[in-house]
């Protein structure tokens, strides 16, 4: 693998838009999402991927063009906010210290250290940048980050999700405690031609120009999505039933104890020598679930089999799902049910869309026909327990989780596999998440600059294309997907899950989508990911979506 770290980016897309974009989430409007492959000005609620598949890639040339055009700000506008940065000419007289807040664990920071390094030497005597962890997770980061910000701590930079940056924001323009960047994506000197700009994954770049005042916001760091990852094992045939059915099969037990030998390495032909002999001699073999209902038919049948040959195990489920806030967000994308908008921020029932009849109909078939039937669990009717403990422990047979959290997914007891997250309706619509950075409003003309070149550096197509496979993530330029980097990583697919992810998700980019970001855009999601929890412990659907609605509304 080329681990150099050769950073120069380019930056992101300009046009004024008024929607948002989120780390886990899905629009708002009457309609549920917000499409990342849309062009400016497309109502919201428009598929990334539309009905007909149509990707990002494919959009005219007139939505590309209108998508590019420097960003213009009235006088007012400008006159009336300090959060529009002017952009120094030349180098600082004396080297300027960039700080850049992040949540890291101990591999991803090495990784992201070796940028720091390669920068610091280049612009040596100019500028320095260091990082320092505040957290171990974003939502603590978020509190952290406004924790100092309240005590006049700043730094020029800091990873995290625009529900988290909205924070920041404020709820007025003038106040804001981050940077709109349009002035540096312009600049002649520092800035973006137009091929630059379009050499970003549309919706990535997008998603920091949705936010509750015109401009650009934000800058993607690197991108993750929601993937399904499933046990290979069990759906092919080494599963309790099989084994209470061909546990005496001399040919049945050859098979499977060469799928055993090899642990979590085993191959796809082991794994197709096992379903073809189970299948053969009345054995139990599952297909993979594409949409929502097969997902319930699927998850139906494994429950039904295992009572049929009575190994039924009362902490058994079929499907695990991890975010809560994630499940509602999407599904609500997909089925057309309002969530939240970013229209009229003045007012607090403009804001929050999810306290309807569509949006309690769906809690009640979760908890009603998936959840007590043990067909489907998430983390909050867990107790809390993320659902890839229960998945590796063999308690589940499928489980959607993050792609950037891939190593908790990993067993050595079965195969893992991966398969998009089943959808509901005829598009598929997937929740686009992982990290972006906002740059902040220190005052220091020569800090904003810093803080803009180490961006541009850690998002060189060959460098972000590194740091994000290592980290895994998608990267955030196009044409990182091209380089000998990306193609020998996802070579090596069968081999590992950090090689397999981005195999997967290069196909499933087309179908992003992000949700309304606003000032208390977070309180929101936190509200609706408690709804199922409180249903499970007895409330009854109105009182539980009015608690989360109450909840959503304080946090505005």
Known sequence: ????????????????????????????????????????????????????????????????????????????????????????????????????????????????????????????????????????????????????????????????????????????????????????????????????????????????????????????????????????????????????????????????????????????????????????????????????????????????????QNVSNSSFYGLGYDSDSNLFISQFAQRGIAYTTNENINVKEDHIKFNNQEAKNFATHVINDLYRKKLFFTKGLSGGKYTNEKFTEGECVFTVGSTGGSTYNVSSNFKVKLAPVPYYGSTPKYIQQGPSICFFNNKNPWIHKGAWLFYKYLADPENNCVLALENSYDPVRNSSFDTDTYKDWIADHDLDLANDIPYHTKDLRQYYMTSEVFYGSAGARNAIGEVLKSMAAGKNVNIAFTLAYNQACEAL
């Open 1 to 308: 693998m080329n681990n150099k770290f050769k950073f120069g980016l380019s930056l992101l897309t300009l046009g004024l838009c008024m929607s948002a974009v989120a780390c886990n989430s899905a629009s708002g409007g009457s309609s549920a999402a917000t499409s990342q492959g849309t062009s400016q000005g497309t109502s919201q609620g428009t598929s990334q991927g539309t009905s007909q598949g149509t990707s990002t890639e494919g959009q005219s040339e007139t939505s590309q063009e209108s998508q590019t055009q420097p960003i213009e700000t009235s006088s007012a506008a400008q006159e009336s906010s300090s959060a529009a940065p002017v952009v120094p000419e030349g180098d600082p007289s004396s080297q300027v210290e960039i700080t850049f807040w992040h949540c890291m664990g101990h591999a991803k920071s090495n990784n992201v250290q070796k940028v720091m390094d390669q920068f610091n030497e280049k612009y040596a005597g100019k500028y320095h940048v260091s990082g320092d962890k505040l957290a171990g997770d974003y939502q603590a980061l978020a509190e952290q980050v406004s924790t100092r910000l309240a005590g006049h701590e700043m730094p020029a930079l800091a990873m995290g999700y625009p529900d988290n940056f909205a924070a920041y924001m404020g709820k007025t323009l003038v106040n804001s405690q981050i940077l709109r960047l349009d002035d540096y994506i312009n600049d002649p000197n520092v800035g973006y031609s137009k091929t630059e700009i379009d050499d970003f994954v549309y919706g990535f770049l997008d998603e920091g120009r949705h936010y509750s005042f015109p401009g650009t916001w934000s800058m993607p760091m690197y991108k993750s999505t929601e993937i399904m990852y499933y046990n290979a094992n069990f759906v092919n045939g080494d599963n309790p039933q099989s084994l209470k059915v061909l546990g005496n099969d001399a040919e049945w037990n050859a098979a499977r104890n060469t799928v055993l030998a090899q642990k979590g390495d085993v191959t796809d032909e082991a794994l197709n020598a096992l379903r073809e002999v189970t299948s053969r001699k009345g054995g139990y073999v599952y297909d993979i679930p594409v949409t929502w209902n097969d997902m319930i038919t699927i998850t139906t049948k494994i429950k039904d089999d295992m009572a049929t």
